[in-house]
């Protein structure tokens, strides 16, 4: 599948369209460059979610727990900084994947194989006029 976001606005249809096909699958991966959009896209799911927190990116906590008007847990993992597989179990990576809620994982390569199989996992790239293209294999 294929998901094109040329402005802003048009941010709200593509995030139902896109929860609408991961289903009930609560572990989204976010692959893509620096600056191609992954927290802002992570934002707006968020809020579609209904997170009743402020939603930023977790780069220097590596998890930011936001709650939703229903009180669910959104979970948003940043793994820009780890360098070695074996550091996310320090902060109990395992436990948020097997939580049941919504797991939101932003440079997931360094833990690819430790994902469930079940982990939907999003391409995001910038096209030629800056639009944001996400593909789901």
Excluded: Q
């Amino acid at each position: 599948m294929k998901i094109v976001i040329r402005t802003k606005r048009e941010m709200p249809k593509a995030v139902k369209k896109l929860l609408n096909y991961t289903g009930k699958n609560r572990l989204i991966a976010f692959y893509g460059s620096m600056g191609a959009g992954k927290t802002t896209i992570i934002k707006a799911i968020c809020e579609s979610l209904g997170a009743t927190d402020a939603v930023a990116s977790p780069t220097f906590t590596l998890v930011n727990e936001y709650k939703t008007s229903d009180g669910d847990s959104l979970y948003h993992i940043d793994l820009y900084r780890i360098k070695k597989r074996d550091e996310v179990f320090d902060f109990g990576i395992e436990e948020y994947l097997s939580s049941g809620f919504y797991c939101f994982m932003e440079w997931p390569e360094v833990i690819e194989d430790i994902l469930p199989p079940e982990t939907v996992k999003i391409r995001i790239t910038v096209g030629p006029d800056e639009e944001r293209i996400l593909e789901i294999p």
